[in-house]
């Protein structure tokens, strides 16, 4: 699968902001399942798609010079999920320009209203040319930028699966390993990074990094493993850990093939209706990442309520 998602810009004002489309599919390649049943498009990786619009935005304004990196986060919140058949907005804008950085915020909308927003995120912006192929990129923005049309207006349809379909969604582990575990306080982790994983295939093409989502998919995950027993302990065990709000991310190594992550949690608070938790990723003892997160514990019906219904 590619690791693309922006799938059309529709509007672009130079330098100042970003409006495009991502329609998700069952074709998609980060479906997850929190409850059996309900697939959506991973809430962790789709921070990806309003960075993908945001630099498309950098790039045009820096005529295909740079590449904005996202270093950091001040926070990401999630306050709706987004199923097969959904077509989402994404909508950046760049608070301030420096020479070597840019300041932006960005939001993901479905059907008119927030679902994803990234607050002042900071980006190094990269010399282009050392990550992919100039004329490739503008090649690209053009096919993205050709046909500029306002999104469709689609049905709200019912939250699930179509109807008569079983799902068969398998999905990923994020976390290879663990190798140490203190129930209720502390899980280590390991992930591997390896060459043959598909979004090097575009994150880039002349020099492979592993986007910062993956990394933050990887601490939600190992987070997760941690919170979930905790909550069958406490006679729980029929609620999730739902990521609610990520804040402090930073990045502050570039991750590429043949690293392995150690991925660190530890568990700040717990109590029946959420948690909160502190995470970092470290390569050969450098830390490559942190963030803290807060998780709301949900029922399937609460979840369908809260982030579906």
Not at 55 to 79: G, H, N, Q
Not at 241 to 250: F, I, S, T
Not at 280 to 288: E, F, G, H, S, Y
């Amino acid at each position: 699968m590619r690791f693309l998602f922006v799938d059309r810009i529709s509007e672009l004002e130079t330098g100042r902001r970003v409006r495009a489309v991502k329609n998700i599919s069952w074709s998609g390649d980060f479906l997850e399942e929190i409850f059996p049943g309900l697939p959506v498009f991973s809430p962790v990786i789709a921070a990806e798609a309003a960075a993908q619009a945001l630099s498309w935005l950098i790039v045009e304004a820096r005529d295909f010079t740079v590449k904005p990196l996202i270093t950091m986060l001040d926070s990401y919140t999630c306050s709706r999920h987004i199923q097969p058949g959904d077509q989402i907005e994404l909508e950046g804008a760049v608070e301030s320009f420096q020479p070597e950085s840019a300041l932006a915020h960005a939001r993901i909308l479905l059907n008119k209203k927030p679902a994803f927003e990234i607050n002042h995120g900071v980006c190094y912006l990269y010399p282009l040319h050392e990550l992919q192929d100039p004329e490739s990129a503008r090649r690209q923005f053009k096919n993205l930028t050709e046909y500029q049309a306002p999104l469709q207006q689609v049905p709200v349809v019912k939250t699930g699966l179509p109807q008569g379909k079983v799902s068969s969604l398998v999905t990923r582990p994020w976390v290879d390993r663990v190798i140490e575990y203190a129930a209720g306080k502390k899980i280590v982790g390991i992930r591997n990074v390896t060459s043959t994983e598909d979004c090097f295939r575009d994150h880039f093409p002349l020099k492979p990094l592993l986007p910062g989502v993956i990394i933050m998919k990887s601490l939600i995950s190992a987070a997760q493993l941690l919170i979930e027993p905790i909550l069958a302990a406490n006679g729980l065990d029929h609620k999730k850990a739902v990521l609610q709000q990520a804040k402090k991310v930073k990045f502050k190594k570039f991750v590429q093939p043949g690293d392995q992550l150690l991925l660190e949690v530890s568990l700040e608070s717990f109590h029946p209706q959420s948690s909160t938790i502190k995470a970092r990723a470290l390569i050969q003892d450098k830390v490559a990442a942190t963030l803290s997160a807060a998780f709301q514990h949900l029922s399937r019906d609460e979840y369908i309520k809260a982030y579906l219904a």
